[in-house]
């Protein structure tokens, strides 16, 4: 279905990988994993032709449906039901009839009339050949399973927030692939990269079952545990220190085991061969003093460099982004309030009359189903949006940090070290340097463009222009997203730690937990409540 071969990657100067042979069959499901920075995003683009290998060949033998991380829309006038019908043409189609429907009630003229009742019934057979006189209850069918009801397919993209436009693209890509909703026809190849941001317990149920019922081929990146564990019968590690690709021809709870063994075994393969080397080494070292054991001299040292050389690298342990949130500058007892705050998108209302106070140090989430506003609600308080009715109103002090879920604080076509010279103009090269490399954002990255990292390197990227200010109210929208697991860890050490003010939208719960929050904030009616365990539970539904 895909076949790559001597496939070379690079971003930038930096090699991801080199020599590599990769093929998708029909039944596979394959999990592309690495660190973040690996080249997994990368490797995706390439197998779905939208970006060209540095060297090597990518030969698609089938349909692709493509899901990048953050996907670029077109016309954001269009609905979300007609962007996910078009996925099969049927938009067109049903423009078409209604257009020729339209000429054959008003056209007097016989024969412009015969020529409408034509066009509409070879458009007719074509919409009926493609399904489409149940795929609009199919699509509306996927669109449920991953939250999208008949009130947002009626609106138009630019209407949507950016987790239920990304959903909009994963429906239309699943419906492309899919005959009945139930699961994908053996002629589409799915290529996935981060499927399950933005949805809800019920979605990632949902889309964990389709793709285990997906004929076709899958490859999917993702740092969900579970998807992996449920859906996946063949493994792609990308190592990042060898720059290949491991494959393994099994499920995900074998491969952990299997790979760990394989990191044993070349530890102690390593070990043993240094222990003779490092005798051989010394032997050598002893005959070479004496001239007539010159030539044994340089034949053991050359056959330790051999000994050495032939063996496979050994996976060192992969680096840590070191997080840490800002200290806060001083401020008032409430930096932050809001009264009567409303949004509305055409004729849709998103929330009205909301009012909160953000207090000095104090830990707020906000809970709502997709679409109840959360997003926009952050984009209010940071200013990135007016509202329209009601205020933002600044206490003394106040510097807000805010991290977007759509990394929309970078300049994609701006390079790393620009983003983060912009987010702190007034900071030294050498001390942003040292930010960055703790970000593990170094050397030829810097000069790469923000655009072409991977989803765990704009993370880190807008975290690093985050922590540049000394902000004292952190908004921050799904900060864990697109991250490892040891990244993860190192964004919760920093809510754990953080003393400032923190308002928090997230699906992940482990990041409440670590937040501890004081206050809850349920939209859209935008009622406040004390926060207590029994809203955990909502966290991953919200």
Excluded at 73 to 92: C, F, M, P, W, Y
Excluded at 364 to 380: D, I, P, S
């Amino acid at each position: 279905m895909i076949t790559a071969t001597d496939l070379e990657l690079r971003a930038g100067a930096r090699l991801l990988l080199a020599g590599a042979t990769l093929r998708v069959q029909p039944g596979d499901r394959i999990g592309l994993v690495g660190r973040n920075g690996a080249g997994k995003t990368t490797t995706l683009r390439v197998l779905a032709g939208e970006a060209q290998p540095y060297a090597g060949q990518v030969r698609p033998a089938t349909e692709l449906g493509y899901l990048p991380q953050d996907p670029r829309e077109g016309d954001l006038s269009v609905t979300a039901r007609n962007r996910v019908l078009a996925a099969r043409g049927l938009d067109e189609l049903l423009a078409g009839m209604t257009k020729a429907q339209a000429a054959m009630a008003e056209l007097a003229d016989e024969r412009e009339r015969d020529d409408a009742v034509r066009t509409y019934g070879r458009l007719a057979e074509r919409f009926s050949t493609l399904g489409g006189y149940t795929a609009e209850s199919d699509a509306a069918r996927i669109c449920a399973n991953l939250g999208l009801d008949d009130r947002v397919l009626g609106q138009p993209l630019r209407t949507l927030s950016g987790g239920q436009r990304r959903r909009v693209e994963l429906a239309r890509i699943l419906f492309a692939a899919s005959e009945s909703g139930a699961g994908g026809r053996s002629g589409t190849t799915l290529l996935l990269d981060e499927p399950t941001n933005h949805l809800d317990a019920d979605s990632l149920s949902w889309l964990r079952g389709f793709l285990r019922g997906h004929t076709g081929g899958l490859v999917v990146i993702s740092h969900d545990v579970e998807l992996l564990a449920e859906v996946v019968n063949k493994v792609w590690f990308l190592d990042a220190v060898r720059s290949e690709v491991d494959v393994y021809n099994m499920d995900w709870k074998r491969y952990l085991g299997t790979r760990a063994a394989d990191e044993a075994r070349r530890r102690r393969e390593r070990a043993n061969a240094e222990k003779k080397a490092s005798a051989l080494q010394q032997q050598a070292a002893k005959l070479g003093a004496k001239a007539s054991k010159a030539v044994s001299a340089k034949n053991m040292a050359r056959r330790a460099d051999t000994m050495l050389s032939g063996l496979d690298e050994t996976r060192r342990s992969d680096k840590v982004a070191k997080i840490a949130f800002p200290e806060p500058a001083p401020c008032g007892k409430t930096p932050l309030m809001a009264t009567g705050l409303s949004k509305t998108y055409g004729s849709l209302e998103i929330f009205t009359g909301v009012d909160l106070a953000i207090d000095r140090g104090s830990r707020v989430v906000v809970l709502g189903l997709n679409g109840a506003g959360k997003t926009t609600l952050l984009r209010l308080l940071a200013g990135r949006e007016a509202p329209d009715s009601g205020d933002v109103l600044a206490g003394h002090g106040l510097r807000i940090g805010y991290y977007a879920q759509e990394h929309e604080t970078l300049d994609p076509d701006a390079t790393v070290w620009q983003n983060v010279r912009h987010a702190a103009p007034d900071t030294g090269a050498q001390e942003l340097r040292n930010l960055l490399g703790a970000f593990l954002l170094t050397g030829e990255q810097l000069d790469q463009l923000a655009g072409t990292l991977s989803g765990g390197e704009k993370t880190r990227l807008a975290l690093a222009g985050l922590v540049c200010g000394a902000a004292n109210v952190l908004l921050l929208d799904e900060p864990t997203n697109n991250l490892d697991p040891a990244s993860r860890e190192q964004v919760l050490d920093a809510l754990r730690r953080y003393p400032g003010a923190v308002v928090l939208v997230t699906h992940d719960p482990g990041a409440v937990e670590a937040l501890e929050p004081e206050r809850v904030i349920l939209l859209p009616d935008g009622a406040e409540d004390h926060w207590s365990a029994d809203y955990l539970d909502l966290v991953q539904l919200a």
